[in-house]
């Protein structure tokens, strides 16, 4: 049904005209859509609307008397001049650029002068892979149908299998996929997606580079091939794309342990940044064994960690050991659980060696600093240029791993060595230790013992091989100036450790064996 009315005087005449229609086909209104009312916007429903059923359908048309009109010259009708509107199911739709096209698209259409807006119910688009994704609702809107380039605004939920809304992020106006580096195929599980577009809609026009953002929502989503040498599942959390990079913060299974990951990945040629990634969590026994194993004789509890990395470079590690339980065996040094302490490095792997600078274990009373080298998991090297795990120490530490095992060379001006006596005195000796050899070289102005003794000029050799002592050699002074000399000799085919000192009292104060005894000659043989 419909009417028109036409007022002449001796200006333009008043027209006004309005149609409706209850139920159409869609290529019905494509034929009463008069072809010089909006004709852009009538040019984009006749190329990308195709099928479906049109329902309540109006179009109302009204110029008002004197309104110019010029052979040639387009009519740009206002809002209150022009106005379309109809509700389509079951209909095809092209949305942008090579998306595939929505079939069974539901929505509304309104037009309103220059301004035409296409509401969508829902849609599914059907890709040539195979994959699908569902259109959970949106809108796509051409601003303003008068003018050149003619530009359109699309903002569209999508939910899918992940694989299935990665290959849209292949077809423009987002192409964004192939700039990172994965393929569709990489990504498993369920995502659903908010995709807002402003781009061209006819290349004639020369159209400027389209403007995109693409905010992702990932459920349990695994990845098929590693970020930074890292295998990731079941990643639950929120991923943003536009041209020029995109960032993902989730908390997700990383090498097999739960950790918070943030990502940022360059999209753009001309993003001007490389690729940056942050791991962060706290981690237990268990999964500390799992991401950073070899440390189980030496951390025990849980350890917050923070790893960065920029491109493929170096590793930025924070570690919290304030919760955990730290100690050095082999010199008998112990943090106990809820004294603070923070472990600090830079990391860098090549071809199996990594080496760890800028390294600083530090806290309520110690400070370590210095580098390392790992080949693979094991220490293959490193300078320690600050040694204070009391407040007397004063040293430098260098170790490194030759064929035989590994050498330690200390020195400097002072080091407390009550943990290492203590561990001695507490050796349960036999043949069930390290079978790798050690030799450990010491130059020392002064060793601080038990009972407030130390000794000066400290010249310490020491040792092993099979789990065995294989050499032995200390001089060293007391405080009142008695000499302390200490060999391994071979007597009757067995080894036996030679101690003598020119005061007795000094050294069993000093090893805090007995602190009743003044001066004295001492002298001990030690036999295996």
């Keep these: 049904a419909g009417s028109l009315a036409v007022r002449f005087s001796d200006r333009e005449p008043e027209v006004s005209f309005v149609m409706i229609a209850s139920e159409l086909e869609s290529v019905a209104v494509k034929q009463l859509w008069p072809f010089w009312m909006a004709k852009t916007a009538r040019s984009w429903v006749i190329k990308n609307i195709f099928g479906g059923t049109v329902t309540n359908g109006r179009i109302e048309f009204y110029v008002a008397e004197?309104?110019?009109?010029?052979?040639?010259?387009?009519?740009?009708?206002?809002?209150?001049?022009?106005?379309?509107?109809?509700?389509?199911?079951?209909?095809?739709?092209?949305?942008?650029?090579?998306?595939?096209?929505?079939?069974?698209?539901?929505?509304?259409?309104?037009?309103?002068?220059?301004?035409t807006e296409i509401t969508i119910n829902g849609g599914t688009a059907y890709f040539p892979s195979g994959r699908s994704v569902a259109l959970t609702g949106g809108t796509f809107v051409l601003p303003d149908n008068?003018?050149?380039?003619?530009?359109?605004?699309?903002d569209i939920g999508v939910a899918g299998d992940a694989d299935a809304i990665a290959e849209l992020a292949t077809y423009r106006p987002i192409r964004a996929l192939p700039a990172t580096g994965f393929a569709p195929g990489d990504f498993a599980g369920h995502v659903t997606a908010k995709v807002k577009a402003h781009f061209g809609v006819i290349s004639a026009h020369n159209p400027p580079p389209p403007q995109w953002t693409a905010a992702l929502t990932l459920d349990d989503v695994d990845l098929?091939?590693?970020?930074?040498?890292?295998?990731?599942t079941g990643l639950r959390g929120l991923l943003s794309i536009d041209p020029q990079r995109a960032d993902l913060k989730a908390k997700g299974d990383i090498d097999g342990v739960t950790l918070?990951?943030?990502?940022?990945?360059?999209?753009?040629?001309?993003?001007?940044?490389?690729?940056?990634t942050v791991l962060s969590g706290t981690l237990d026994d268990k999964d500390r064994r799992k991401l950073l194993p070899g440390l189980e004789e030496v951390v025990e509890g849980p350890v917050g960690v923070r790893l960065e990395q920029e491109g493929d470079g170096p590793q930025l590690v924070e570690a919290d050991i304030g919760a955990a339980a730290v100690s050095i065996p082999w010199i008998g040094w112990t943090?106990?659980?809820?004294?603070?302490?923070?472990?600090?490095?830079?990391?860098?792997?090549?071809?199996?060696?990594?080496?760890?600078?800028d390294f600083r274990f530090s806290g309520e009373g110690f400070n370590v600093a210095g580098n390392l080298a790992f080949r693979g998991a094991r220490l293959d090297a490193a300078t320690f240029s600050t040694v204070r795990l009391s407040a007397d120490d004063r040293f430098r530490l260098k170790v490194e791993r030759g064929k035989s095992g590994y050498v330690v060379v200390a020195d400097g001006e002072a080091a407390d060595v009550r943990a290492v006596l203590a561990r001695l005195k507490n050796a349960t000796g036999g043949g069930d230790g390290d079978k790798q050899g050690v030799t450990v070289r010491a130059d020392l102005a002064r060793a601080v013992g038990f009972n407030g003794e130390t000794l000066s000029n400290v010249s310490f050799r020491y040792s092993t091989a099979g789990g065995r002592i294989s050499g032995l050699d200390l001089s060293a002074v007391t405080k009142g100036g008695a000499p302390v000399v200490a060999q391994l000799a071979n007597s009757g085919g067995s080894d036996a450790i030679q101690l003598t000192s020119g005061d007795a009292g000094a050294i069993a104060r000093f090893a805090d064996i007995y602190g009743h005894m003044r001066g004295g000659l001492l002298n001990v043989r030690l036999r295996e």
């Design 66 to 115: 004197g309104r110019e009109r010029l052979p040639g010259v387009p009519m740009h009708l206002g809002p209150e001049e022009l106005k379309i509107d109809f509700d389509i199911e079951g209909a095809r739709m092209n949305v942008a650029g090579e998306i595939p096209p929505l079939r069974d698209t539901s929505g509304q259409f309104r037009l309103r002068g220059p301004r």
């Design 146 to 154: 008068y003018t050149k380039p003619l530009m359109a605004d699309m």
């Design 224 to 232: 098929g091939k590693p970020v930074a040498g890292r295998t990731v």
């Design 260 to 276: 918070d990951l943030e990502l940022a990945e360059p999209v753009g040629k001309d993003a001007g940044f490389k690729r940056k």
């Design 335 to 357: 943090k106990g659980a809820g004294i603070g302490g923070k472990i600090t490095l830079t990391a860098d792997t090549k071809e199996g060696v990594t080496r760890v600078s």
